[in-house]
């Protein structure tokens, strides 16, 4: 099973067990707002630039509103379990690589805010962080342009890729997973930043992510 599958198969588990109100990390979001979310991403192509733009966050926000005024929670994970349309990309051979970080990121919105913290070591570990790691080249210099620093991720096997050039240096240390987490901005990241000075406070106060 590929990584992104195993991620979404596990956040539909998790989203049964917990309900249309379970908690998640995300400002005024529940179960309910993050499973619409990512029904309105495999289905509604129209709706995915406001994920990222937000000049057009109102129609996607629109959108996933509609989702969840006209289905109910349980069919949304239903549906979210059997997977997107046949011609969305991440059912393309080796299409995960679009669909990790969504899954990866918003199960672990989940995870944290209902008291499971980080993953133990095992070999689904280390084949998610080795996921993770393939498709940091695209999504690290996204994540971090905001951030006046040269970034460079150094994973826990010693493994190094730079994200960013800016003045000053500043390593960012941690499983491949806890990296992404860090770049999408999630506080509860297990990682550690060191450096020159200004290049790790830059680091602490940037605004990370999409």
Do not use: K
């Not at 096997?157 to 999630?186: N, T």
């Amino acid at each position: 099973m590929d990584p992104a599958r195993g991620e979404r198969l596990a956040l539909c588990n998790l989203f049964d067990e917990l309900g249309p109100a379970g908690a998640t990390v995300l400002d005024r979001w529940s179960t309910t707002e993050l499973a619409a979310h990512l029904l309105a991403r495999d289905t509604r192509p129209d709706a995915v630039p406001g994920m990222v733009l937000p000049q057009a966050a109102g129609w996607t926000q629109r959108v996933e509103r509609g989702i969840r005024e006209a289905t109910a929670y349980d069919e949304i994970v239903r549906r979210l379990r059997r997977g997107p349309p046949p011609l969305w990309p991440g059912r393309l051979p080796g299409g995960w690589r679009a669909d990790l970080h969504e899954w990866f990121v918003h199960h672990e919105d989940v995870r944290r805010a209902n008291g499971l913290g980080p993953r133990p070591d095992g070999v689904e570990q280390r084949r998610l962080d080795d996921g993770v790691w393939s498709v940091l080249p695209g999504l690290g210099p996204l994540l971090a342009r905001r951030l006046d620093a040269t970034v460079v991720l150094v994973s826990e096997d010693g493994r190094r890729r730079r994200v960013r050039r800016g003045p000053g240096l500043v390593e960012v240390h941690g499983r491949p997973s806890e990296l992404l987490l860090a770049l999408f901005g999630r506080s509860g990241a297990e990682v550690e930043a060191i450096g020159d000075p200004q290049a790790v406070a830059a680091w602490g106060s940037a605004r990370l992510g999409p």
